[in-house]
């Protein structure tokens, strides 16, 4: 089989992330090498054999691989078609460097939650205007990565904090078209972003970024109806642009911007 590589690689506006990186390779094999940044990686077909502190390790689809900044590490294909991995390089400080040695004895976690959840982030990163989701969601990754290195174990259940909650939800009713990050909420509201993200969801069933995303596309449906086009709708209802608009408004509502509401009453026609 010929050698491959197929990467895509950016910096999405997300605090914390460095990199987004996502490749194919077959016949390829990385040096040694060392990062400065958290390598958080899962490997979706195939799989990759390393070394991380002389001692080897592996990397099959059911699990998440978090390689600590600073320690050497290689990388190369465990099976003959190669492998085809999503990888997020994450600032140093997401972590903290007390877990680095945590991480040198375990870094390859068992645990379906997470590489969901790694998986669903890396869906948000790649669409332009899911920011506050995909910062979100990071948010609770980190908190369960930090669970995995310091005890194992994710048995804490969610605190109630009603009133949190509704702090909350008064800023993003607040901000609906211009948004904010969920380190300015935090700040607002003087909260660790992960228990605020959990008081949310334990109080209304639905995730901040949810809520924020439900509350601009009713905005959007008066606007429609007021007889204003899709695309001027999408930024004045605080979507990316008109694909972000219809994406969400097509998910939540089952039809497009367009062909919702064209003006004319039913019962006139």
């Given at each position: 089989?010929?050698?491959?590589?197929?990467?895509?690689?950016?910096?999405?506006?997300?605090?914390g992330v460095?990199e987004?990186?996502h490749a194919?390779?077959t016949?390829?094999?990385y040096?040694?090498?060392?990062?400065?940044?958290?390598?958080?990686?899962?490997?979706?077909?195939?799989?990759?054999?390393y070394?991380?502190d002389?001692?080897?390790?592996?990397?099959p689809?059911?699990?998440?691989?978090?390689?600590p900044?600073?320690?050497?590490?290689?990388?190369?294909?465990?099976?003959s078609?190669g492998?085809?991995k999503?990888?997020?390089?994450?600032?140093a400080?997401v972590?903290?460097?007390?877990?680095?040695?945590?991480?040198?004895d375990?870094?390859?976690?068992?645990?379906?939650?997470?590489?969901?959840?790694?998986g669903?982030?890396h869906s948000?990163l790649?669409?332009?205007g899911?920011e506050?989701e995909?910062d979100?969601r990071?948010?609770?990754i980190?908190e369960?990565?930090?669970k995995?290195?310091?005890t194992?174990r994710?048995t804490?259940?969610?605190r109630?904090?009603p009133v949190?909650?509704?702090?909350?939800r008064?800023?993003?009713?607040?901000?609906?078209?211009?948004?904010l990050?969920?380190?300015?909420?935090?700040?607002?509201v003087?909260?660790h972003?992960?228990?605020?993200?959990?008081?949310?969801?334990?109080?209304?069933?639905i995730?901040?970024h949810?809520?924020l995303?439900?509350?601009?596309?009713?905005?959007?449906?008066?606007?429609l109806?007021?007889?204003r086009?899709?695309?001027?709708?999408?930024a004045?209802?605080g979507?990316?642009d008109?694909?972000?608009?219809?994406?969400?408004?097509?998910?939540?509502?089952?039809?497009?911007?367009g062909?919702?509401?064209d003006g004319?009453?039913p019962s006139?026609?």
């Amino acid at each position: 089989m010929a050698a491959r590589q197929e990467v895509s690689a950016w910096r999405p506006a997300v605090p914390g992330v460095v990199e987004v990186f996502h490749a194919h390779f077959t016949g390829y094999a990385y040096p040694m090498h060392v990062h400065e940044a958290w390598t958080l990686l899962i490997v979706d077909d195939g799989a990759v054999r390393y070394d991380l502190d002389r001692h080897e390790h592996g990397t099959p689809h059911d699990t998440v691989s978090l390689l600590p900044p600073h320690v050497p590490h290689n990388g190369s294909p465990a099976t003959s078609g190669g492998f085809r991995k999503r990888v997020l390089y994450l600032d140093a400080d997401v972590l903290g460097e007390d877990l680095i040695g945590a991480a040198v004895d375990a870094p390859d976690l068992r645990d379906p939650v997470l590489r969901r959840r790694v998986g669903q982030l890396h869906s948000a990163l790649a669409r332009p205007g899911d920011e506050l989701e995909a910062d979100s969601r990071l948010t609770l990754i980190g908190e369960r990565l930090r669970k995995h290195l310091r005890t194992g174990r994710d048995t804490a259940p969610p605190r109630r904090d009603p009133v949190l909650a509704g702090r909350l939800r008064e800023l993003l009713d607040a901000r609906v078209v211009e948004g904010l990050t969920l380190d300015e909420a935090a700040g607002v509201v003087q909260a660790h972003p992960a228990h605020l993200v959990r008081a949310f969801s334990t109080a209304y069933g639905i995730a901040p970024h949810q809520y924020l995303t439900a509350r601009r596309v009713d905005l959007a449906r008066r606007l429609l109806l007021d007889g204003r086009p899709p695309g001027d709708v999408a930024a004045a209802a605080g979507f990316y642009d008109q694909a972000h608009l219809t994406r969400h408004f097509r998910k939540l509502v089952g039809v497009t911007p367009g062909r919702y509401g064209d003006g004319r009453n039913p019962s006139a026609r």
